[in-house]
DNA sequence: CCTGATTTGTCACACAACTGTCATGGAACC
DNA sequence: GGTTCCATGACAGTTGTGTGACAAATCAGG
């Protein structure tokens, strides 16, 4: 899944940011201040970063003048000030596209979007999931279990992607019908059914799970 | 020198885009039409494209999704109308960027310098992708298997070199059906008649093939 | 232009794979 | 010991895919 930084200070905007981007299918996390932004970025890299230009203390044109120095990161800034001198000067310090609030959140999207696709030209690396030896590769749509491919149904790797995302956390059977199968109501059995599925493929003792586990009362979790 | 390609219909505001253009230190030409921009852009390759959406006969979307089939050039639309819907409908149709009419021309060079500057990151043309004994060349416009030249047809070779391009990973049909027809809708099994005639031509056993592979539910897949 | 050959897209059918439901029995909890 | 929760096997209905036939569109050559 894609990541999203959002760098901003203002505490309702970066909230609804979120929600939206998380509404959008990303993985988004935000913070206040460039410093936190630098030092987050370079901990766990997003995909993305929506910056804001003004900042308590760094502000935003250092910002990503800084993060620039290392990373190569499509950086979209989002302001209120729609003036020319303010773009040019964001877009010459680095940043990849400036967007004006308030910001359509489709837009937005969309606009990610398309700095994704053209960052992604030539090969990147495919991105998997690896837990113990399991690994779930969403882009090549394979699970490989110690350097074999296991055959899985549509069904059973998005299941497992979901989980994998979620590594050491418990995700409720509830949680999973909305994630995996998108219902909002419906038998949480059919989960079970599926997990157990899952187990036969993915475990070497399907009765004894070491990494797909239950949480009896709470759900399902993988863990290393 | 970095020439742009300008395509917009109503004369004064072309003319005065080439100006402003040629001021801020581009090779600036302009057409009328899509259609031209589309023969113009194949005949000498600018390195930017600016399009207007409202054109007469093909418009701005379709010219995009055309020009994207073969083409990487990045483009920016110039549109009067700041519309959500609209700048969501370019960049998915392959744009790079949007601006509004009226545009500050120091804002719209700072937006291409930022999209070259991305641009170029690892924009190296594969002369040649090889996956196992299969050999795709889309300059030579040839397909080998193990050294012998495999006639395929252009709709077979496009969807082959789409394939090729991102060994391992999985396509969707619809992604196929957009980058290798550009259409947008559409009936996927399209894909699938297609799929088949190539692994006659490309494959040992067709039936079980082991290169041109699909993955039920997600789409087909070249694997090494 | 005209004509025949090739290529392309649509359709329908058959088959295989997958999905969701149910019933049963077992395990964990109190 | 009773209750809740979970695992699993079977099964019928659904969905997804491969393929051959065919007509429309396009191309090549005279």
Same mark, same amino acid.
């Given at each position: ?28 996390? =935000?913070?206040?201040?460039? &410093?936190?932004?630098? !030092?987050?970025? *370079?901990? @766990?890299?997003?995909?993305? #970063?929506? $910056?804001?230009?003004?900042?308590? =203390?760094?502000?935003?044109? &250092?910002?990503?003048? !800084?993060?620039? *120095?290392? @990373?190569?990161?499509?950086? #979209?800034? $989002? ?23 308030? #910001? ?25 999931? #690896? ?94």
């Amino acid at each position: 899944m894609t990541a999203v930084l959002v760098i901003e200070d203002d505490d309702r905007i970066r909230l609804a940011l979120l929600l939206a981007l998380e509404e959008e299918g990303y993985r988004a996390y =935000g913070v206040a201040t460039a &410093e936190e932004g630098l !030092q987050r970025q *370079r901990a @766990d890299p997003a995909d993305n #970063v929506l $910056v804001d230009l003004m900042l308590p =203390g760094m502000d935003g044109f &250092e910002y990503i003048r !800084q993060l620039r *120095r290392d @990373d190569d990161v499509p950086i #979209v800034v $989002v302001s209120a000030r729609d003036d020319t001198h303010d773009i040019v000067a964001a877009l010459e310090a680095g940043a990849d596209d400036y967007v004006v609030k308030p #910001v359509a959140i489709k837009e937005l999207s969309a606009r990610l979007r398309a700095l994704r696709r053209r960052g992604r030209a030539g090969t990147t690396p495919v991105s998997s999931h #690896v837990v113990g030896e399991l690994e779930v590769s969403p882009e090549e749509g394979e699970v490989r279990r110690a350097g074999r491919i296991v055959p899985v149904t549509r069904t059973e790797f998005r299941l497992l992607c979901e989980l994998a995302e979620h590594v050491g956390r418990v995700l409720s059977r509830r949680q999973l019908l909305q994630r995996v199968w998108g219902y909002d109501t419906g038998d949480e059995r059919l989960v079970d059914v599926h997990v157990g599925r899952l187990r036969q493929k993915i475990e070497d003792d399907p009765a004894n799970p070491r990494h797909l586990v239950t949480l009896r009362g709470l759900g399902y979790k993988l863990q290393r």
